[in-house]
């Protein structure tokens, strides 16, 4: 991660996002619920929540796609609130489709996107062939946009997004729905773009990316914001935590209750079937739980020790299982 | 400067990627050309009532050629999110939209002409007032592109603006005094001529091709404009409203 400068509370010495109180209804529905929350400059600030919990509407508010119906939005200094199109030369957008035109090629599409900047042609055309170059897309660059993978297509609708070279960029769910090579390949180029300094909004489902890459995290659900904070902080409750995954078979039934009752010391979860995890703040001795296993006529075939992880913090704060949230989009690629 | 590079690009991406594909050229130019041969066919006319013609294959011309594509360069953009991208750009709205229809109006203004060579041909143009047909031409092109615009932008599917377009053109080729006088439909119609902006377009190219028009001149222009002005206004509050929630 980037080193920053810690400066006020949020770690940041420059605030290049302001949003206060902002509110979104349609209809009867209030997607966005008076959510107030700063970004720095130079952050990678992750929005995580489920579908519907008001990620795009948010962005959309922020880009001026969407009029707030209420609260303040500040990007730059510049009052978007009042004026949506104010701050758009300083942002760059990713949406969670792919909006290039189809009937375009890949270098056509980079070279019309930086057009709309007030980019001149040989400008346009030396960086739409640097980013292909850098996206992994030169051989591509002259098929039309319709014939492209889904992971080709998110890279260059990143690429068009980064063309006019923003200092915040909007990035929603930049991962969801591709392979597991292009997901890895595209969180490599979202951190080298915030290892160069710039300010990235991203929005996701997937909590082990937005802990992988993000230095502060909110929380959405139902429109509101239920925690914001660093990484480290979310994550600090549980640091001490060890926690096993005990891997078993042969045994009928949940072993939780008899587990509990034999080793007060632990906490004992029954993850699936055949899988256990066992909770401490001491070392767990894997001794005494391997022999209460063969006492039951059960062998245990793993015991995996886990890092303290943002998934529980997320569970334990919103009340939503992570299993739930990916497969919301039907893959949940990592 | 930077604004203006966005709107040359957007104009000519939409009018290297529309407007000269099969289908734009078989309604922008078939189709009047179609309606013109269907006429004299049915109303057993000589060449020589082809000066008479003449105005209303332009007017038709014009018609089809510039709201044709409006469904797809607008409706269809929005419906794929590529229009997002548009939206997302540092560009006012107006300048945006200028673009968007600059495309078509000059589509319309080319497809204009695409009568007037065969006629040159066929009957004699010398008593023609150029000057006032090409502003004629201009401004039908321009009333017509934003008509599709107000449709356009009034519908959410492509197929709607498609139906909605043709719930204006068709009617128009009737009431608005291409073929058949104004005064000649029957008087419960002759008042919806007057509210459709083609009736003034067509009515200086009547004027000025073979001297037999309803309004001075210079009223035609002014109430062809006002429409532009109206149309426009409306299509962009319309995508404020419905398109930037």
Known sequence: MQASAFANKDGYSEQLITVSDLTKNFDNVKAVNKISFNVGKGELFGFLGPNGAGKTTTINMLTGLARPDSGWINIAGLNCSKNPKAAQHLIGVVPDESNLYPELTGFVNLCFCASLYGISKKERISRAEQLLADFNLEKAGNRKFNTYSKGMKRKLTIAAGIIHRPPILFLDEPTTGIDVASARHIRGLISKLFNEGTTIFLTTHYIEEAERLCERIAFIVNGHIVKNDTVANLIQPIKNLKTLLITYTNLAGNPEEKLNKAFPEFEFLQESNNQIKVHSEKTISIGPVIRFFEEQGAEVTEARQLNPSLEEIFVEVTGIEADAMKNEKNDGKL | ?245
């Open chain 2, 1 to 245: 400067m930077k604004q203006w590079i966005a709107f040359k690009n957007i104009m000519l991406k939409d009018m290297r990627s529309y407007y000269l594909k099969p289908p734009n050229v078989s309604w922008g130019l078939v189709f009047p050309l179609a309606w013109t041969a269907m006429f004299f066919v049915r109303t057993g006319s000589g060449l020589e009532k082809a000066i008479e013609v003449l105005p209303g294959v332009v007017a038709i011309s014009i018609l089809f050629g510039t709201t044709s594509m409006l469904a797809v360069t607008i409706t269809f953009e929005k419906k794929n999110r590529s229009f997002e991208r548009l939206l997302l750009a540092p560009v006012s709205l107006e300048l945006l939209m200028l673009s968007k229809t600059g495309g078509a109006i000059l589509f319309g203004v080319v497809n204009s002409f695409v009568p007037v060579v065969p006629a040159a041909f066929l009957t004699d143009l010398t008593q023609v007032e150029w000057l006032t047909v090409l502003p004629a031409v201009a401004m039908i092109a321009v009333v017509s592109t934003f008509l599709g615009l107000f449709i356009a932008v009034s519908v959410s599917e492509v197929f709607e603006a498609q139906t909605f377009s043709n719930f204006f053109r068709f009617p128009m080729i009737f009431l608005c005094g291409l073929f058949f006088p104004v005064a000649d439909l029957p008087v419960f119609l002759e008042p919806l001529s007057y509210v459709l902006p083609l009736t003034y377009g067509v009515d200086i190219l009547h004027g000025s091709i073979h001297g037999q028009h309803i309004f001075p001149i210079w009223i035609n222009f002014f109430i062809l404009a006002g429409f532009c002005i109206i149309l426009f206004y409306f299509s962009l509050k319309n995508i404020h409203r419905k398109w930037i929630l």
